[in-house]
């Protein structure tokens, strides 16, 4: 049997972590100095610097009951590309579906960078723009 690579096991462990609501298990393998860089033209947007800012992003997210099925991942041992399906849950209001890529770097065995690329942005921002209005 084959050991995953090191990079894979903290992706999955993070994507537990997301799918429980757990942050303090993300606090866990998270770089105290990381950047999580959210493109777009929404309330969400920007360069999350450092755990807090990261964690606050992601409590944000629990709002809107986002969940992240992965679908496939690559990796070397400096970075993590994984493409997901996102979706929202929400009893009231219009729900969205739409896959995103993400781009993890890793600096002393944490996550440290993450870059997102979403499938549709015109439609994460009209969405956030909605919903956080």
């Given at each position: 049997m084959s050991e995953q690579h090191p990079n894979l096991v903290l992706i999955q462990s993070?994507?537990?972590?997301?799918?429980?609501?757990?942050?303090?298990?993300?606090?866990?393998?998270?770089?105290?100095d990381i950047q999580w860089v959210i493109p777009g033209r929404n309330p969400t947007s920007g360069v999350k610097t450092g755990?807090?800012?990261?964690?606050?992003?992601?409590?944000?997210?629990?709002?809107?009951s986002f969940k992240a099925r992965p679908m496939?991942?690559?990796v070397n041992d400096d970075y993590v590309i994984d493409c997901h399906l996102n979706w929202s849950n929400l009893a009231d209001g219009e729900n969205i579906e739409r896959m995103?890529?993400?781009?993890?770097?890793?600096?002393?065995?944490?996550?440290?960078?993450?870059?997102?690329?979403?499938?549709?942005?015109y439609l994460i921002d009209a969405f956030f723009n909605r919903e956080l209005a």
């Open positions: 993070f994507f537990t972590a997301y799918t429980g609501n757990d942050l303090e298990a993300m606090r866990q393998i998270l770089s105290p755990i807090d800012e990261v964690l606050a992003y992601f409590k944000q997210l629990q709002a809107f496939v991942m690559g995103s890529c993400l781009l993890w770097q890793f600096k002393d065995g944490m996550i440290s960078k993450v870059y997102n690329f979403p499938e549709d942005q």
